[in-house]
C-alpha cells in the first residue's frame, strides 16, 4: 500500500523491451501480493533492506546488492 492506503501500480510497457526502469518511495514495512512480470526485473533499495523471495529462493538486499 502507498502512503496514502492506496495500492501502488508500477507498470511496465507489453511487448519486448532490453529493460524497464521505475522507481518508488516504499514505506518500511511494505510488501507486495505475489505476481508476475512480462519482463525481467532488478530490484535495488538506495537505502534500508529490501527482502526478496522468489519461488523457494530468499534474498535480503542492502543498498550495496541488487537481484
Known amino acids: 500500500m ?3 492506503g492506496q495500492s501502488l501500480v508500477l507498470a511496465a510497457p507489453l511487448g ?3 529493460m ?5 518511495p516504499l514505506p518500511a514495512g511494505h510488501w507486495f ?3 508476475e512480470h512480462p519482463q525481467h526485473q532488478i530490484a535495488w533499495a538506495a537505502q534500508g533492506v529490501m527482502t526478496i523471495a522468489i519461488g ?3 534474498w535480503v538486499l542492502p543498498p550495496t546488492r541488487a537481484q
Not at 524497464?20 to 518508488?24: I, N, P
Open 33 to 35: 501480493e505475489e505476481h
Open 16 to 18: 519486448p523491451t532490453a
Open 2 to 4: 502507498s502512503r496514502d
Open 20 to 24: 524497464v526502469f521505475g522507481a518508488a
Open 56 to 58: 523457494d529462493g530468499r
